[in-house]
């Protein structure tokens, strides 16, 4: 299957910082974009979905001031999370999809954690 | 909308026991339907999928599902668990067009020795 990467893996942030997380398709295109976040023990729930070139839809719930995405070109997506807080910190999972494909692919994710 | 309830957030066997573990979805138009599996502080791996066809499914690992539309259900079974196979399991559903998928809360298998 294609390849999703997610850059960092892991990160720690003071309280009050920015951080961002890159999610790359290493050989596709991907046309849509999506991003999650997982809690301990818990299911995926959808952030936001992303097209190439468009603002991104969110979820209801999501705040997109707090949760900025960029999806500027076909193999790239970025989220970053502003003034991050302790209950921002998270697993945040991005996943890609191209133009004709069923599938989701997913990258292996990026554990938040705010001090 | 689709929705997915997994039936069981905790399921837990012997090694060599067959694994079940249950998903029924919830869509208006013909779903496409997938398993994941995640393993701790990792990203999701494709088991397997159904979008048309055969409405029973092999995947990787020795797993499989089968389609039943009349029951609204793609229920994952494996003959033999092996001690490997503990990890969380993921359904979900997504129809046509360009919606994202839609996860099932997970089901956690824990494999006996």
């Known amino acids: 299957g294609a390849v999703v990467s997610q850059h960092p893996s892991r990160v720690i942030c003071k309280s009050g910082t920015s951080v961002k997380i890159e999610c790359r398709s290493l050989?596709?295109?991907?046309?849509?974009m999506f991003w999650y976040r997982q809690f301990p023990k818990q299911s995926l729930m959808l952030m936001a979905t992303?097209?190439?070139?468009?603002?991104?839809?969110?979820e209801q719930g999501v705040e997109k001031d707090k949760f900025l995405i960029n999806h500027a070109s076909l193999t790239l997506s970025t989220l970053t999370v502003t003034s991050a807080h302790p209950e921002d910190s998270s697993f945040y999972i991005c996943?890609?999809?191209?133009?004709?494909?069923?599938?989701?692919?997913f990258g292996p994710g990026t554990r938040l954690t705010v001090l | 909308a689709q929705s997915v309830t997994q039936l069981g957030s905790h399921v837990s066997v012997s090694e060599g026991a067959l694994v079940l573990l249950r998903c029924n979805y919830s869509?208006?138009?013909?779903?496409?339907l997938f398993w994941y599996v995640q393993y701790p502080n990792q990203g999701l791996q494709l088991l397997l999928k159904?979008?048309?066809?055969?409405?029973l499914v092999k995947g990787i690992n020795g797993f499989e599902a089968e389609f039943k539309k009349s029951e609204t259900s793609f229920h994952l079974t494996k003959p033999s668990a092996h001690m490997s196979d503990a990890a969380e399991y993921f359904c979900?559903?997504?129809?046509?067009?360009?919606?994202?998928?839609?996860f099932g809360k997970g089901t956690r298998l824990s494999v006996i020795a």
């Open positions: 996943s890609a999809r191209g133009l004709r494909e069923y599938e989701q692919f």
């Open positions: 992303s097209n190439e070139g468009s603002k991104a839809t969110y």
């Open positions: 159904y979008t048309t066809g055969a409405t």
């Open positions: 979900a559903v997504r129809s046509t067009g360009n919606t994202p998928l839609v």
């Open positions: 869509s208006s138009v013909p779903p496409y």
């Open positions: 050989d596709f295109q991907a046309t849509t």
